[in-house]
């Protein structure tokens, strides 16, 4: 489980901040500068990635850092500032796979509140099942759904999307699936 560290001093002015209601009528504890009286919100952190597929089989990449090392994942990673969740998942299934990629639309947005992150996976069409993982990933592989080794998945996330995947795959359309993983 990760735990982000409370705020501990503004951003703005460098003042160690305290805990409490502002005085705007919000009903939740905020970080408070007493000097600035700047306001600090805690926001959930975006995970983007894509579910890259090619015929029957999807890409997964064994994990070369932690958490979860030699675990499987689907590509994805923290979306980063000055671009789009598209852009990140695509630029996550470069870093990650060395994928070449067609995106397509999202395809699943599961909140993970424990741990402050919302997940955004992308389907996306493999244009090559040739792969150049970069230094996060060990392994690049395609796996069919029988294939796919479920008990050496990394996330709950990754595994929840990829159980839709198959399962839409199977009925010939793609919805897209809001997950609450509590």
């Not at 003042?15 to 306001?39: M, S």
């Not at 890409?59 to 932690?66: F, G, H, P, Q, S």
């Amino acid at each position: 489980m990760i735990f982000r560290s409370p705020i501990k001093h503004c951003k703005a002015c460098g003042i160690a901040v305290v805990y409490r209601l502002p005085d705007d009528g919000d009903v939740r504890e905020r970080a408070i500068c007493p000097t600035c009286h700047t306001v600090h919100y805690e926001n959930p952190l975006n995970v983007v990635g894509t579910v890259p597929h090619l015929d029957e089989r999807v890409l997964l990449c064994k994990r070369n850092i932690e958490p979860r090392k030699g675990y499987w994942t689907l590509p994805a990673g923290f979306m980063e500032l000055n671009e789009t969740a598209a852009q990140g998942a695509a630029r996550e299934t470069d870093e990650e796979a060395g994928a070449q990629i067609e995106m397509g639309a999202l395809f699943s947005l599961l909140s993970v509140p424990r741990v402050g992150q919302v997940h955004l996976f992308y389907l996306a069409k493999l244009l090559s099942d040739k792969f150049d993982p970069g230094h996060e990933t060990m392994e690049a592989k395609l796996f069919t759904e029988a294939e796919i080794p479920w008990d050496d998945i990394a996330f709950r996330t990754v595994r929840v999307t990829l159980e839709r995947y198959f399962a839409d795959r199977r009925q010939g359309i793609f919805g897209v699936h809001t997950v609450d993983i509590v």
